[in-house]
């Protein structure tokens, strides 16, 4: 089910709103290298594919024909991104990252846990990070088997976070999530102006549709930063979910989980790849 999406209003950081964009600005906090080139901002079917090309095999990363791959066979993990970002790095609430066995392709998959915490604003971050490149059209594919989220907790993770910069936009997210009690797969626009102000224009998320039962289930993400499409498994959602949209420059991308709840969470992915156009 495609809820349509509520346009929100632009406005100065302040408050709650401000310090929630902050923390999500920080997971993908760059500037950008190249001055953005303004275009007409227009989109046409042939800009923005329906992703089904990435659903065939799941391909090792010795035979990529991607932008960038991983298959999470390769240790230390995160060898092959720019970074890898764990917040906290300690204590009792510090997420765990790690390759475990059974792999959907052997031998090896990630598998990342989030731990519950004692309130709804603690932020436990494990996320993967790389520069993609230029290009107008994003497309990212993973394999994710969700061994929680808690069905009976509130719960909002970042999976994937697409990010670039763009005219009067210093930085801009896209963002592939899970949350709600019980959980739906959804997708948030945030956006940063040059001129300091903030914006979350469909008001936090779009609802995809309710996440199904636990089990790896292959994903396809595709952005041109005006709208998305999405496929989970063998639901496909339409290519006209319009976002506020931008012209990307400078893209990079955030892979793991950012939980903003308390709710304790797992899951493993396998077979990353993004291809910028």
């Known amino acids: 089910m495609l809820v349509a999406m509520t346009t929100g209003v632009r406005a100065i950081a302040a408050g709650a709103l401000g310090a929630t964009l902050a923390a999500c ?9 190249i001055e953005p080139t303004a275009t007409d901002g227009s989109v046409t079917d042939a800009t923005l594919e329906d992703g089904s090309a990435a659903s065939d095999a799941h391909r090792e990363v010795a035979t990529c024909n991607a932008t960038f791959c991983d298959d999470f066979d390769e240790s230390p993990i995160g060898a092959r991104w720019d970074s890898t970002n764990i917040d906290p790095d300690g204590g009792l609430f510090r997420p765990v990252i790690e390759l475990v066995d059974g792999g959907l392709s052997p031998p090896y998959a990630m598998r990342i846990a989030i731990p519950g915490a004692t309130t709804a604003t603690t932020y436990r971050i494990a996320l993967l990070e790389r520069r993609l490149g230029e290009g107008r059209v994003v497309t990212c594919a993973f394999d994710l088997f969700i061994e929680s989220p808690t069905l009976n907790a509130p719960q909002h993770i970042d999976i994937l976070t697409l990010a670039a910069a763009g005219p009067d936009v210093t930085l801009g ?3 592939f999530a899970i949350e ?6 959804t997708v948030r626009e945030d956006l940063w102006y040059g001129d300091g102000g903030e ?13 199904p039962s636990p089990g790896w289930n292959r994903i396809e993400f595709q952005t041109d930063f005006y709208r998305f ?7 496909a959602i339409a290519t006209d979910s319009r976002l506020r949209g931008f012209d990307p420059t400078n893209i990079r991308v955030a892979f793991g989980m950012a939980s903003y709840r308390a709710a304790a969470s797992a899951a493993r992915f396998d077979n990353f790849e993004c291809t910028v156009q």
């Open 199 to 211: 914006e979350t224009p469909k008001l936090d998320t779009v609802k995809v549709l309710q996440l």
């Open 25 to 33: 600005q920080a997971l993908l906090d760059f500037k950008p290298s």
């Open 229 to 235: 499409s999405l496929r989970y498994g063998p639901t």
């Open 173 to 175: 997210q896209v963002h």
């Open 180 to 185: 709600g009690d019980p959980p739906f797969v």
